[in-house]
């Protein structure tokens, strides 16, 4: 008989040395909320009212997708896509999981950048995958694309794979990056798909309506009738969570080849989109003016703080997405713990490569960011002037 273990089962050995992905999410309502690059202001009214005329005996079905897809379709434009381009998904994170699922297996490789989204080394991990991560280059934090595309071809010769070497199983690009807003231009990303078939090309597009460089216009422009006939191997990731405000309503898509989508889609459960989730996703995609409008107001906000920025000579560093990088003159963690006393939450960036010493900042509105540029220069202020 087997013994029982006092903590039960042992898990599968890439789990046992895992550790559950936490981020710091309690408390954070009430707050002025600058720390996951969410929409600071909440969705457009006709997602609320949607949400409200939900008959309560509907919370006892089980959720319906039709026709969701279609409206996704329609929202990106259209042309060369269908709704078999399109996975619905719990959010972005549950796409990225699903997909480490569908195609990593032990040993494989994830080829990325570093530093990036925390989410996805430990879905490599999870799935028993070796990680190679290429830090971004110089003060400006300029994307290594000579490094990946020399990650992506056999180091023992040009042409067919010789040996034992493989390809990386799965290259993620998130563009623009998070944390540090590197820019990749999508003809790029296209050359790099091309150059790695037996690949699987994913592209984290989750800031890209901010100051970003989709991969999706250059494909559709291509006038093909399916955008992603040349490309089988790429994967483009999307949410509302950050542009449209739905981050607690859970709704994100990968855009691909059918084939591609399927297979990733043969790894989730029949109803992991809850219904509210599904509405809010009708009604926040037939209201772009809503979104176009909170994205205006980002992109003001930002050019605002970048001059004061500049003016005041605080060391900062913003590129793409809804976010920039600031080194405060002590150390970060300190300035981060202030401004939550003032009622501020930021991200502090305290041991990740290249980074170390700076606060991620989100930008929302032009109001709230001159509250946290008061608050902020206070804080360093009064450093200043009690220091002997
Ligand atoms: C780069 C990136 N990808 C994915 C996600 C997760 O997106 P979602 O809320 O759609 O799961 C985040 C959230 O912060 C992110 O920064």
């Not at 949400?51 to 039709?66: N, V």
């Not at 992506?152 to 690009?173: F, K, M, T, V």
């Not at 399916?226 to 309503?249: C, Q, W, Y």
Request: charged share 20%; proline share 8%; with cysteine.
């Amino acid at each position: 008989m087997t013994p029982c273990l006092p903590d039960g089962p042992q898990a599968r050995p890439e789990v046992e040395s895992l550790h559950a992905y936490s981020a710091p999410l309690e408390g954070r309502r009430g707050l002025l909320r600058l720390d996951f690059n969410e929409n600071t202001v909440g969705p457009s009214p006709k997602v609320v009212e949607a949400i409200r005329a939900i008959p309560a005996d509907h919370y006892a079905i089980y959720p319906e997708y039709d026709g969701l897809r279609e409206v996704v379709v329609a929202s990106l434009g259209g042309m060369g896509l269908n709704p078999a381009h399109i996975g619905l998904f719990n959010g972005v994170d549950a796409a990225l999981h699903a997909l480490f699922h569908a195609y990593g297996a032990p040993g494989d490789r994830l080829l990325t950048t570093s530093p990036t989204f925390g989410y996805y080394s430990p879905c490599a991990r999870m799935q028993g995958m070796a990680i190679e991560a290429i830090p971004y280059r110089g003060g400006d934090f300029a994307f290594p694309l000579e490094q990946i595309r020399a990650a992506l071809n056999d180091p023992g010769g040009a042409g067919e794979p010789s040996g034992n070497w493989q390809p990386p199983r799965i290259l993620l690009l998130c563009n623009p990056n998070n944390p540090t807003g590197t820019r990749l231009a999508p003809e790029r990303i296209l050359e790099l798909a091309a150059a790695a078939p037996r690949t699987l090309v994913v592209v984290d597009e989750l800031y890209e309506a901010f100051t970003g460089d989709s991969v999706l216009p250059p494909l559709l422009n291509l006038g093909a009738a399916d955008a992603f006939s040349a490309h089988p191997n790429l994967l483009v990731l999307r949410s509302l969570a950050k542009t449209a405000g739905l981050a607690g309503l859970r709704i994100g898509f990968a855009i691909g080849a059918p084939a591609l989508v399927d297979r990733i889609s043969r790894v989730t459960g029949p109803y992991d989109i809850n219904s509210f989730a599904v509405v809010a996703a009708r009604a926040a995609l037939a209201d772009q003016a809503y979104v176009d409008g909170y994205v205006a107001e980002v992109l003001s906000a930002r050019s605002w703080l970048l001059e004061r920025l500049r003016a005041a000579g605080v060391r900062h560093h913003a590129a793409g997405g809804n976010y920039l990088l600031i080194w405060p003159s002590r150390p970060e963690a300190a300035v981060e713990a202030e401004l939550r006393q003032a009622g501020i939450l930021v991200r502090s960036m305290e041991g990740k490569p290249l980074i170390d010493g700076s606060l991620r900042v989100s930008l929302g509105t032009r109001e709230q960011m001159a509250r946290f540029w008061e608050a902020y220069q206070a804080i360093e202020t009064s450093r200043i002037s009690a220091s002997p």
